[in-house]
């Protein structure tokens, strides 16, 4: 007996199941064409939930400069260095997501 990744869920199932047993899903009527768009829809909520991690990485990128500017924190108060912070953390965010962005786009 094997432990394989379910092809819908991506979690440890015995090879010799007939269904998984996290989500369900029929393992016996599960053909190729199928398998395929599985992989496929499982790429594209990947690459979408990437996407809105991004977005909220430039977020918190652009409103820690902009209340940096906008209320004219002094260096070496807490608000100088929350916006700061969030601006470097935004920006690692960012820089990071995107490369994971890369990764997955040109794994296959």
Not at 6 to 12: A, E, G, Q, R, S
Not at 53 to 69: K, N, V
Not at 76 to 105: C, D, E, H, N, P
Request: hydrophobic share 45%; charged share 15%.
């Amino acid at each position: 007996m094997a432990v394989i990744n379910c092809p819908n869920c991506k979690k440890k199932i015995s090879d010799k199941a007939k269904s998984c047993s996290h989500c369900e899903i029929d393992l016996t009527t599960v053909d190729a064409s199928q398998m395929a768009s599985m992989k496929k829809l499982s790429k594209i909520n990947q690459s979408q939930n990437l996407m809105n991690h991004s977005f909220i990485a430039m977020l918190l990128f652009c409103g820690g400069f902009l209340f940096l500017y906008w209320q004219d924190a002094q260096q070496g108060t807490w608000q100088y260095y929350m916006s700061i912070g969030s601006a470097v953390i935004g920006f690692i965010w960012y820089i990071a997501t995107r490369v994971r962005l890369l990764m997955l786009k040109y794994r296959n």
